[in-house]
């Protein structure tokens, strides 16, 4: 087995067990966009994920250029992502340079940003489109066709997993889940925004210290965020803790 044979096969025991201790769209996704990374010659990542109609949410990022990049996509209604999702093939664009005629506003936020390639892999089965996964490079002509097997290999797999508890509980349950998933994301960005103001941080740090904290004592993200929102202590033991890690 190579390295990265090891190392995807640690990524997939890891995102089994963010669906079987409890599952949680936010952590799902989060750690396919945090394996992403680890795994494949990329410099970011980024999912989208249609909510119940159909309109596509920014849902997870690794940074928060990503973030603001795929927020754009979505207010102009135009982008690789957008066309992964809707048309469920892969869209693998080597140099965004080519891109600018196809997506502008897309092409050119992203250069600013630093990137030159991108690659959008949809999350889908069959006729069931849930959203699309985005490849970020630096470099134009990184990726390859083992890398975007594998991309893909991480996207089916989160698919699976949504769809796979949509057919263990009741369809309705999991679209509420979702629309909840949704929802709460939305908490989690009102955090991070009070932790980078409060403690004078970046917004991917805030994010990290918030997602740490939510790690070290066994909570969700989405509740710790919603702590911290309607109280204002749970800000200062946050804080706290952080000083004592």
Known sequence: MTGRDSALTAAMIRMVDTLVVDYDPVELTQELVDTSVELLPIDAAGLLLADRNGELQVFASTSEETRLL??????SAAGPCLQ??????????EDLGEGMQRWPAFAERAGLEGFRGVCALPLRLRNDRLGALNLFTARAGVLGPDDVRIGQTLADFATIGILHARILADSMVVNDQLGIALNSRVVIEQAKGMLAERAQLDMDSAFQLLRKYARDTNRRMADVSRGLVERADELEVILNHRLRK
């Open 70 to 75: 795929e927020l754009l996509q979505v207010e």
């Open 84 to 93: 992964a999702y809707r048309t469920g093939e892969q869209v693998l664009v």
